[in-house]
DNA sequence: GGGGTTGTTCATGGCTCCCTGAACTTGTAG
DNA sequence: CTACAAGTTCAGGGAGCCATGAACAACCCC
């Protein structure tokens, strides 16, 4: 007895080792999306649980404090991406699997800013930079590379714009279908644009 | 003379202010996409001067130390995004516009290898569970879900691909035509996808 | 109601990274 | 050839950030 105890015991925290890799993965993932690389690592460890784990346990499992782990909680359900699993104080928390909504508003709340600051601050240089060159200065930018630009902005908040209009399938079912309508989609659009 | 001197310099310091507006936005938004801030604050400069302009030149127009610039502008250069005008030693910079090749480079580096070794830590994951489970352990893991995490990591692999495989516009007379394309292309995908 | 457990808050330490200024090398003009 | 300007390199200062653990509050079970 002592002997399967042992076994599997080493099965399991190799089965363990696998998980901790891949949180650890999903984590140095997110991190260069710009969160902390903990949120991922906490997510991903919810996400593959069958059943929802204490704060606690979480710390425990991926080796950080509990101190970490209570703030990035509690980030992480205030944007949705896990949830506690009933009502007491001391609920135990499980991931939700709908990333999407998340991504939109992170993308719709940064990236759309920093387009449109970058937008504004251009039109600006424009408008200046034509009056100036009007008034027969010698103006040392180039105009229609202004525009470029601008037009290069204006391209990329159109294209976000699309992608926030987009919806993925909710289910796993539709995705595979999903894929191979946009890689046609996207073949036709090759051909179509010529490039 | 000296009235119109004066004007005209106020007229060349207030575009000024306007170009630094336009190269903190482009640095800020680069910084987001994991690059330094003074790289896309070069860049932004370089793309929108007439001519090319010397290392002291670019540090003193964004208020930084030459020291700094150096690096940056050798940095810039060995990825293609600045080139020297000029075969002798300290010649002057001027931006490339092209920039999607770049890019397309970026992602391919990082955002796939992030990807990929998710991939296999989920893939190892996944067999490891499945062995221990069909021996009858009591595995924490839900199984289904990681298969659907892997499942969106291979769809994110796949969009990847599919991006790389894009081509956008070299000119500019071509993006409004490209943009036109993609936006109703999308909106066909929609409605089949039943999104 | 008290001991033990779980979750939260906060000051601290440590780490990383960016920018700088000084020293140095290279190039150029008189 | 010499003096000056441009570019490069590097150690160090400084800012920001992340994780910790100790102290505190809330809760549960006996």
């Known amino acids: ?20 890799q891949v949180t650890d993965a999903v984590g140095a ?12 690592r906490v997510w991903a460890l919810l996400a593959l649980r069958r059943e929802p784990m204490a704060q606690t346990e979480i710390a425990e499992f991926l080796g950080v404090s509990r101190s970490l782990i209570s703030g990035s909680v509690s980030e992480l359900s205030s944007q949705g991406l ?26 719709r709340g940064r990236e759309w800013m920093l387009l449109e ?8 240089a424009v408008e200046e930079a034509e009056v100036a060159q009007s008034e027969g200065h010698d103006v040392p930018w180039d105009l229609e590379r202004m525009r470029l630009l601008l037009s290069m902005t204006e ?6 714009r699309i992608l926030f209009a987009i919806g993925v399938p909710r289910s796993m079912e539709g995705f595979s279908e999903w894929i191979r309508k946009a890689s046609s989609l ?9 490039a």
């Open 117 to 124: 600051s970058t937008r504004l601050a251009l039109e600006s």
């Open 186 to 194: 996207i073949t036709t659009f090759r051909s179509a644009a010529g």
């Open 1 to 20: 007895m002592a002997q399967t105890d042992d076994k599997s015991n080493r099965k399991r925290s190799q089965l363990d080792k696998r998980v901790l």
């Open 82 to 107: 896990v949830v506690p699993v009933g009502d007491h104080r001391n609920a135990p928390y499980s991931a939700a699997l709908d990333v999407w909504p998340v991504i939109k508003d992170v993308l």
């Open 155 to 160: 391209l990329s908040q159109a294209l976000l």
């Open 29 to 40: 993932f997110i991190e260069y999306w710009g969160f902390k690389a903990v949120h991922g």
